[in-house]
C-alpha cells in the first residue's frame, strides 16, 4: 500500500511541482487541499515537476475534512516544527498520509492541538534557521515513512 502526501494550501509551484516528481518517483499520492496559491497548469508548476507529471496520481479537495471523510481509516499524520515528537519516533504505516501545510503559515494551529499525538517536526539544529523548503521536507518524511515500512530494501 502506498503512501499519500497531503499539500493543505499550497502557495509556491515549483515546491509543489517538486513534490510531484517525488510522488512519481516513490508511488506516493499526492493530494491538494483547498485554495491553492497557483493554477495545477502553471509552467512553473510544470517545468518542477518535468515530464512526470503522468506517473503522479493527483487528487484534489476542497477541504482536508472532505480529504478525511473519504478516508475513515486513513492514519493522519501532520508536520509542523511546533511538534514535540521528531519524523523518526512516529510509527509510520503503509498507506498513512503525511500532511504539509501552506509554505508561510503551516498548518493552523487548532488542527495541531487537537492531533498532538501524530503531529511531528523535522529537527533543526541552527537558531537561523526557522524552517526547511516544503519539497525537501516532504521528501525526508516520505523516505523516512518508506524505510520504517521496509520499502527501501
Known sequence: MTFHIVLVEPEIPPNTGNIARLCGATGTVLHLVGKLGFSIDDKHVKRAGLDYWKAVDIRQWQSLEELQEAFPEGRFWYTSKKAHKTHVEAD????????????TLGLPE???????????????FSPIVRSLN???AAAIIVYEALRQTGRLK
Open 92 to 103: 509510520f504505516e503503509p498507506g498513512d498520509f503525511l500532511v504539509f501545510g501552506k509554505e
Open 110 to 124: 487548532d488542527l495541531l492541538q487537537r492531533n498532538g499525538e501524530r503531529a511531528i517536526r523535522i529537527p533543526i
Open 134 to 136: 516544503l519539497a525537501n
